[in-house]
């Protein structure tokens, strides 16, 4: 816990001076003001987080975090438990969409086994940093220790911290693997907004009706069966929560302590972030939303952020791939603040609208 | 007008079959069926133009039209005419928007001089295509003679289909720049839609409220003085278009007769695809629309197309910028097609869901 509160400690929100001074020339550049919509907020918060007129977001690096979920012995996923050690071999092979995704951003994937419940080889080329073979079911008690919780929010954020440090990381991007993950991930936004899980559960990889409705009964289930306090994070994500959701909140901490950029990708990495932003209010300054979800419950997250994603492309992939397109439109926006000349340079006549 | 027709007779609808293939693998890859949203839809439509399951988006071209209007002595922009000019010149340097965006993609960009009212030097890196020193005022009549649409329609086909034989582009797009062009081009969406002005106009480069009243009213006029058919696409350019907007739609339809996609850019470049689309219906099958504009009479455009958007981002700038940002998107979504593995390729475990 000491050093989990040390971490806290080291997060101071971004500089507004310099998102301000950002604004100032973003409103000066030979275009009408504000036509560049979202990219000049991104821009903005960017100048805020780096500290700087010229922010560069050049090196880019995604931690696809795994782990499983004792609650799959429920049936609330379409497919089997095995997937999500199958999926990370697909991931370290470059067979996956993220592989894809990423390489097209030119950004670099790391994969995590935070808690996967299979014995991974020890020579797939993945990060082996396994807290627990998966998480106990949330459905009959608390999903893991609290002292595993902090374990996992600590992981995360060591791993970002040492690739800022070794490896000048400028952009990280979060993204998430694991069978039955949209589950533990729904219970979180139901503690945290204490609306009913009937109105927040989706389909994850693809569930028919009925089994939707028996997600949103094992849903309900693990809220009353751990009563998770709203106003303690840390007991949130210790009874309903997931190993790779705890280093995806940690990712966050970490990022927001080094002072550089975070885009998380769908339901399970926001919900990660949600629980960082709990815990550490000043974390959201260096958060970016990258895509709207198609799975119901992300709305509701959004809204509680006040983050507004950047992407609505109807994706409900995981992996990180969100993050992945997100990160270019990140990338563009530190360039439209460096780049566009202002009216003044250029020579062009300016209205002042 | 022979010229017209034979290009409007090469323009056949893409392939329907290679469309179909394409679905069927994206449904085997190793992740949930639809999982990637409307980036498969991108895939599977790029298969169709290509005819290939290896579609391939990589060298990739905006042409920036530029023209004046004779409508800007109304009083509906912010900006004052000479300022086409001088960004036409901020284009050549590389210091505006779309140079920042288009480098940021790997596209080129090439301004055209449509119709720009002033006479800009021979030695600026442009393509000096001037039909007419800008359009006549369409509050008073018809924008230019009919056969000056033609022209432009044919110039904008041609510099595509150049572009393609001699440079192998693999993706266009199209972009606009005009002082006063959201005028004519709300007058296009209002006589194709049928929907009074008041419901379709927007403040362009940013005017108050009064002065956007007054544009309604300019708008209302340029249509009670030229009845434009709705039903004959040429006369409507003609009466209430523009040379950049002709050449807009121009570039779609040599795009179409080339069998290569075609990102438009927002309100303008939208509308002079609408116009390509009337003209000829099978050359949807070959655009793409690369953002939600902010601009309102947008939406009436994508519901005409039947076309959603990729991005919706707020902007309302034009140049091309938002083709530039969508492009990224078009060309990620080529790569989810060939490079993700399918279930059986990696031996990862199918539910088919």
């Not at 492309?313 to 992945?324: D, F, P, S, W």
């Amino acid at each position: 816990m000491k050093a989990l509160q040390e971490l806290i400690e080291q997060i101071e929100p971004a500089d507004s001076n310099w998102r301000e001074r950002a604004w100032e020339r973003l409103h000066s550049q030979i275009r009408p003001r504000g036509s560049l919509g979202r990219l000049e907020e991104v821009a903005a918060r960017l100048a805020g987080i780096q500290q700087t007129l010229q922010p560069v977001v050049d090196r880019k690096l995604i931690f696809t975090m795994a782990g499983d979920h004792g609650v799959a012995v429920e049936g609330v996923s379409a497919y089997p438990q095995e997937v999500t050690a199958q999926m990370v071999f697909s991931f370290a092979q470059g067979w996956a969409s993220i592989n894809v995704l990423a390489k097209h951003v030119g950004a670099e994937v790391r994969v995590v086994d935070c808690g996967v419940a299979a014995e991974l080889p020890s020579q797939w080329p993945i990060l082996h940093r396994k807290i627990a073979p998966g998480t106990a079911n949330i459905a009959k008690g608390p999903a893991m220790p609290r002292e595993h919780a902090v374990r996992g929010l600590l992981l995360g954020a060591q791993l970002v911290r040492e690739a800022r440090e070794a490896e000048g990381i400028e952009l990280f991007g979060s993204g998430d693997m694991g069978i039955a993950n949209t589950t533990p991930s729904t219970a979180i936004i139901a503690a945290f907004s204490g609306r009913p899980p009937g109105q927040l559960t989706g389909r994850g990889t693809g569930i028919d009706d009925a089994a939707l409705q028996h997600k949103v009964r094992v849903i309900e289930t693990a809220l009353a069966v751990n009563r998770p306090n709203p106003d303690d994070a840390l007991e949130v994500l210790t009874k309903v929560g997931g190993y790779e959701i705890a280093a995806l909140g940690g990712a966050l901490l970490g990022a927001a302590a080094a002072r550089v950029p975070l885009v998380c990708d769908g339901l399970i990495a926001t919900a990660g972030a949600l629980v960082a932003c709990r815990l550490v209010p000043a974390a959201k300054d260096y958060l970016f939303v990258s895509h709207r979800s198609e799975e119901i419950g992300h709305g509701t997250m959004i809204e509680m952020l006040g983050i507004q994603p950047l992407l609505d492309l109807g994706m409900r992939l995981g992996e990180g791939t969100g993050a992945a397109l997100a990160m270019n439109l990140i990338e563009v926006s530190s360039k439209i603040l460096k780049d566009i000349k202002t009216f003044a340079e250029a020579g062009v006549t300016d209205t002042g609208h």
